[in-house]
């Protein structure tokens, strides 16, 4: 099982950038996925989630308006629409996987994408 993480780069302030995470070896059509991220000296934060269905999705409030999360089932891939990018949000992005909402109960992990935003 693995889930692959890509698209993070160098930006400037008030650039976009989209995620991916793409997921192998198994089905997570019935996972909920989402998007953390962590910063040096930092615990990794939650950040989005979507449900399986992809009717449900939580977005952590500092990004809120800024961020979308969306997934497309077929592909075993979810994404995180980052607009509006501000230096703050610089950080190892991880996508993750698992049977709840809640952040806890992420059980799978991708390898991070690191994101850097210049002000």
């Known amino acids: 099982v693995q889930l692959q993480a890509s698209g993070g780069g160098l930006v400037s302030a008030g650039s976009s950038l989209r995620l991916s995470c793409a997921a192998s070896?198994?089905?997570?059509?019935?996972?909920?996925m989402g998007w953390f991220r962590q910063t040096p000296g930092k615990e990794r934060s939650f950040v989005a989630g979507?449900?399986?269905?992809?009717?449900?999705?939580y977005i952590t409030d500092s990004v809120k308006g800024r961020f979308t999360i969306s997934r497309d089932r077929a592909k075993n891939t979810v994404y995180l629409q980052m607009n509006s990018l501000k230096p703050e949000d610089t950080a190892v992005y991880y996508c993750?996987?698992?049977?709840?909402?809640?952040?806890?109960?992420?059980?799978?992990w991708g390898q991070g994408t690191l994101v850097t935003v210049s002000s």
């Open positions: 993750a996987a698992g049977p709840t909402y809640r952040a806890v109960d992420y059980s799978y």
């Open positions: 979507i449900s399986g269905s992809g009717r449900n999705t």
């Open positions: 070896g198994r089905s997570f059509s019935n996972y909920y």
